[in-house]
């Protein structure tokens, strides 16, 4: 069975750093591409961030565009999110997804002072 | 890349057919064919309905259909059913090589 699993989500003062993990098992992860997508409480989808499936080409919403990095390690089956100058706006539950067909179950950032 | 345009709330009774629509622009929706649809429960992570406009993933019922015509994306769920009560959002691809989703729709079985 496919699993994604967050994992690095937590409580941060604006400005601050936070590196999100994302563990893939059950399917071929170093065949998807790969995606981070947010929301904030109560709110819509919004998608952040795209990696392919060797990692040699992301693209970022305008939003997150230079504080933000996606990468992966395909021999570790893992996805991350480097997330830097962390705004109170950033604060949202974080999935992972593999090409929008499967998706974890979410990790909380929450930007606060 | 502002959200794709959906309705907030849609509503029907079991067994009635309903449509979702999802507005863009020709830089997104009207542009490219990799237009999908998700469902979420509350609290749950969201669910692939449909991809590349119209396509089911395995398991998916084919109560689910989607199509485009022009600038806007539809979602028909055919013979509602109460486990459908749930948020929908749509996602294109856009021309900036990034993604966008809607603004999500509520549906409400009555």
């Known amino acids: 069975e496919a699993q994604l699993v967050e994992s690095g989500g937590g409580l941060v003062q604006p400005g601050g750093s936070l590196r999100l993990s994302c563990t893939a098992s059950?399917?071929?992860?170093?065949?998807?591409?790969m995606h981070w997508v947010r929301q904030a409480p109560g709110k819509g989808l919004v998608w952040v961030s795209r990696?392919?499936?060797?990692?040699?080409?992301?693209s970022y919403a305008d939003s997150v565009k230079d504080r933000f990095t996606i990468s992966r390690d395909n021999a570790k089956n893992t996805l991350y999110l480097q997330m830097n100058s962390l705004r109170a706006e950033d604060t949202a539950v974080y999935y992972c997804l593999a090409d929008g067909l499967y998706w974890g179950q979410g990790t909380l950032v929450t930007v606060s002072s | 890349q502002s959200a794709l345009t959906q309705p907030a709330s849609v509503s029907g009774s079991p067994g009635q057919s309903i449509t979702i629509s999802c507005t863009g622009t020709?830089?997104?929706?009207?542009?490219?064919?990799?237009v999908s649809w998700y469902q979420q429960h509350p609290g749950k992570a969201p669910k692939l309905m449909i991809y590349n406009v119209s396509n089911r993933p395995s398991g998916v019922s084919n109560r689910f259909s989607g199509s485009k015509s022009g600038n806007t994306a539809s979602l028909t769920i055919s013979g509602l059913q109460a486990e459908d009560e749930a948020d929908y959002y749509c996602c294109s691809y856009t021309s900036s090589s990034t993604f966008v989703f809607g603004t999500g729709t509520k549906v409400t079985v009555l």
């Open positions: 990696i392919n499936s060797d990692g040699s080409t992301t």
């Open positions: 020709s830089s997104d929706v009207g542009g490219y064919n990799d």
């Open positions: 059950g399917f071929t992860f170093s065949s998807y591409w």
